[in-house]
């Protein structure tokens, strides 16, 4: 759909009602009548409402906000990764939008291994051979011109904006650049963009990205074109050859996003909508629900042995089958209808005993660690038109690379690819063959946008970054909020819980699971371990029965917020 009109909506960037953040313990639920934008950013998520007030559908205001996050949000919003878009229309009819990352032509199967054929982390992970052809800008691009309202200038401003004249950094936001500084050093640009000439930005500093409001420029006034062809191109693949990457002008040319048929499922009653492969997420997360579905969770209460292990055998299982199965179905035989198949589910509740845990496998290696870097977005607009968009660089802020004269960061993203066929480690690689490097080919995601619906109307719209526990952590919310009835932000709340087959341990949030349950799931065979960290960061917005939108906006990062009209 072509652009219709203009909106002014840098009048609405300064004159919109104040933002109501969710990111304080004691924020009452924060709803809106009209739409909503839930991201990990302030300033975003104020873009993204922008739009919507003035009149953009909810894939412009996704754009915008994406945008926007390239800017305020660099550890993993951008330009220089992938994601993938899941969009509900007015009339009920969905479509996605892959811009997964690719490899790039040149691309080896054994480009991982040292020069004696042993397997080298650093050039897996934190190289310039790490970097995938990156897809945001094509994918965005590409949503727009399908589905957009606004013209892509409009869209794209704002953050040419929030970069050249830059944004006041959040006491977050400045000790993570703080704390990223030795990393930083490894590369000029990078350092010279995130830090005051080799020292650390103080929380209120303004930061001003000059050279990224320059590209952002060229693909404001270009479209995709101002990324993949001209100065943008050239100063990438020019970086590329002076590290010792492999992606060219050609690769960059080459570069389509694809639109593809979502994946589906039920989940007693509410239709479900997610991404096919290269996600892994929306087949284990339609696998899981069909299981539990079978095994009947909603009998059980929240929390209780009974349901945790129903989920903790529900994940082992997809997870499994995740391992064995899932890569990008454009290179290989994928079989999505039969994992997202009712009679699947029947089959494999019946290897799940009530009483006891079972065995994830014989074999003593672990899967490739993904980063969790990632971050997503929801959107809702006034018309119930709902998107969620779950972009990545990988890791945290990527290669670490930033492209100089240009501003942006690349992506790690060939480290999601097993790196050897027939390799596994004590460390966690893996060597099944579908995830394996080829020419072209998009590495496997666990990226699962989702959107819940119910007769053609969505009920919910989320997703999370988190690698390989994102699927677990849509899946708890899921759960959390369709089954126990939790209102979105406690949906959201709930410390959560992950098992990914192997190893095999179930690995759960501070305050998970009571005394009594960790003893009774202990007794049943399960090792529960508790994680350090925090799983995830998900945006939800639930559209509730009388229209109005309520946000599940997740506490775990300090800048996510809410906004809505
Ligand atoms: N980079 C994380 C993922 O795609 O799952």
Known sequence: MKATRSIPVLFFLLCGTACAQQNRPDAAP??????????????ASEVGRAVLQGGGNAV????????????????????????????????GTATTFDFRERAPAASRPDMCLDEKGEYDSARH??????????????????????????????????????????????????????????QFRKYPATLAQFS???????AGDLLVQGELAETLGRIRDRGAAGFYSGKTAELLAAEMRRGGGLINMADLRDYKPVEREPVRGTFRGFDLISMPPPSSGGVALVEMLNLLEETGIQTAAFRSPGEVHLLAEAMRRAYADRARHLADADFVEVPVERLTSKSYARTL???????KASSSSPTTFTWPAQGSETTHLSVVDSRKMSVALTTTLEYSYGSRIVVPGAGFLLNNEM??????????????????????????KRMLSSMSPTIVAKAGRPVLVLGSPGGRTIINTVLGIIINHLVHGLPIQDAVDAPRLHHQWLPDKLLVEA?????????????????????????????????????????????????SAAAGY
């Open 30 to 43: 924060y709803r809106a009548k009209n739409g909503m934008v839930v991201s990990q950013d302030l300033h």
């Open 60 to 91: 412009d205001a996704a754009v915008a906000t994406a945008f926007a996050l390239a800017v305020t949000h660099p550890a993993a919003g951008n330009i220089g990764g992938g994601g993938f878009m899941v969009v509900m229309l007015e009339d």
């Open 125 to 182: 992970h934190f190289s310039h051979l790490a970097v995938g052809v990156p897809g945001s800008v094509a994918g965005l691009y590409l949503a727009h011109q399908r589905l957009g309202k606004l013209p892509w200038k409009d869209l794209v401003e704002p953050a040419v904006r929030l970069a050249a004249k830059g944004f006041r950094l959040s006491p977050g936001l400045a000790a993570e650049l703080a704390g990223r500084l030795k």
């Open 196 to 202: 005051k000439e080799g020292d650390p930005y103080r």
């Open 349 to 355: 509740a019946a290897t799940i005993d009530p009483r």
């Open 415 to 440: 480290g999601d690819f097993n790196p050897r066929a027939g390799l596994t480690t004590e460390k966690g690689l893996i060597g099944t063959k579908p995830n394996l490097v080829a020419p072209g």
């Open 511 to 559: 305050g998970a699971l009571s005394a009594s349950t960790r003893a009774a799931l202990e007794k049943m065979g399960h090792l529960v371990e508790q994680r350090s960290g925090k799983q995830g960061s998900a945006m939800a917005i639930t559209v509730r029965r009388d229209g109005t939108l309520e946000a599940g906006c997740d506490r775990r990062r300090p800048d």
